[in-house]
């Protein structure tokens, strides 16, 4: 817990100081869908009252929706991102949640298209929700980078495709319910590659 509050602390330091430096910038808001796979590492325990059970197919290749806010220039910007991803497999069931600050540099390619690339510091929640399971739920630091291109379709408005990959260690337990512990599943890492739409006002 004492991790966590740290983490929000910094992301609203970040944040602070984004809103004093970018006053003259303009505002953006996004809307993402996207297609999350994750690295599950599951416990010895869970291991051993498991038959080969495949952790990282929980969520592979899910359905990924976010929504974004911050500040841009012509050289880079500043956001918040909210994303939420879920998935099941073999009788287990992963919902993840991440709240993340970034910041990217523009590298343009011509009048209208842009690469960029960047960082991302925040909050990942994973939830546990199998069926036969008691619900647990878990926070852990989410670090990572992101790179992809923009362009621009007017003055205001842009699409964007991208890749994050973020690195975590959020885990939670699978408890039987009225029973013991089974074991438990770490997340480790969080690949995405999404489909975003920008407007600026």
Request: net charge neutral.
């Amino acid at each position: 817990m004492k991790t966590l509050n740290t983490l929000l602390a910094a992301m609203a330091v970040c944040a602070a100081g984004v809103t004093v430096t970018a006053q003259a910038d303009d505002t953006f808001a996004s809307l993402t869908y996207g297609q999350t796979s994750d690295k599950v590492r599951k416990s010895g325990l869970l291991e051993r009252n498991s038959d080969n059970l495949n952790t990282d197919g929980i969520i592979g290749k899910d359905g990924t929706w976010g929504v974004r806010l911050g500040k841009i220039n012509d050289q880079g910007r500043y956001y918040m991102t909210y994303d939420n991803v879920s998935g099941d497999h073999s009788g287990l069931k992963l919902r993840q949640e991440n709240l993340l600050g970034s910041y990217d540099l523009f590298l343009p390619v011509g009048d209208t298209t842009q690469l960029f690339g960047g960082a991302s510091l925040g909050v990942t929640k994973l939830t546990q929700t199998s069926s036969g399971y008691g619900r647990d739920t878990d926070y852990g630091y989410a670090v990572g980078l992101q790179a992809g291109v923009i362009q621009q379709v007017t003055d205001n408005a842009s699409v964007e495709l991208g890749y994050r990959y973020l690195r975590s260690n959020a885990s939670t337990e699978l408890v039987e319910h009225g029973g013991p512990k089974v074991g438990s599943l770490s997340l480790t890492s969080s690949a995405q590659t999404y489909l975003a739409a920008n407007y600026k006002f």
